[in-house]
């Protein structure tokens, strides 16, 4: 069965500072893998997405996430990050046969002091 | 284009008593999607409309918990009789395919607290 882990519950970064937010995944097959995120009081939004082709892919916000096929991993990376960040964000994945079924991990609480 | 709408936002039961949650998806989606996001954690699929008829169910607790999409357009899922735990955001979402690649868009979500 599919399922993502997110390690870090919470993070707290100053403004500026660097962003990497770990994702593994489990699944054998083939597999399509998201970035979520969701702002106070705002309802969740795709941040970034991989299906295929180039394992670095860049999203909104200068955002980007690497996928690491032999590490089972998608992490989502920011240079620098701004107030503007604080977040919930979620890793997600999909695939095989049940490509449009995706599975959620538990989120990671971004909180950036200004 | 418009994005999927939910209402209430917002909504405070008794334990036992019956609420419902309406979703109205993005213009052309064929699928639809209810998850439950208990706080702290990830949206937790509950099911999955194709059109009208039913994808998967199989997280759905089923003696309580209903949905349908009689015109596969809205959906409605409703909780008869509701429990403490059934506190939480129940969030609609809508997908577009093209060649293969599948992308949700999320509404805004029902917050219910069962007290």
């Known amino acids: 069965a599919q399922s993502v882990s997110q390690h870090n519950h919470h993070v707290i970064l100053s403004e500026a500072a660097s962003l990497e937010l770990g994702c593994n995944y489990s699944?054998?097959?083939?597999?399509?893998l998201f970035w979520y995120v969701q702002y106070p009081g705002q309802h969740l939004q795709l941040l970034l997405k991989?299906?295929?082709?180039?394992?670095l892919v860049k999203g909104i916000k200068g955002f980007e996430a690497e996928f690491i096929k032999s590490k089972f991993s998608f992490n989502l990376r920011k240079p620098s990050v701004q107030w503007s960040d604080t977040a919930e964000y979620f890793c997600?994945?999909?695939?095989?046969?049940?490509?449009?079924?995706?599975?959620f991990g538990s989120g990671t609480r971004l909180s950036i002091r200004p | 284009e418009a994005g999927v709408a939910q209402s209430p936002r917002y909504k405070i039961i008794e334990k036992r008593q019956s609420v419902a949650f309406w979703c109205n998806p993005i213009s052309g989606h064929a699928t639809l999607y209810w998850y439950q996001q208990i706080l702290g954690q990830g949206p937790k699929l509950l099911i999955q409309f194709q059109n009208n008829g039913v994808v998967d169910d199989s997280q759905l607790p089923k003696d309580r918990f209903s949905a349908e999409r009689l015109k596969g357009v809205d959906s409605t899922l409703k909780i008869q009789p509701a429990k403490l735990e059934d506190s939480a955001v129940y969030l609609c979402?809508?997908?577009?395919?093209?060649?293969?690649?599948?992308?949700?868009?999320f509404g805004p979500g029902t917050r219910l607290t069962v007290t």
């Open positions: 979402a809508s997908q577009r395919q093209a060649m293969g690649i599948y992308e949700q868009y």
């Open positions: 699944y054998g097959g083939t597999v399509n």
């Open positions: 997600a994945v999909s695939g095989g046969s049940s490509a449009s079924k995706i599975i």
């Open positions: 991989y299906f295929s082709g180039d394992p």
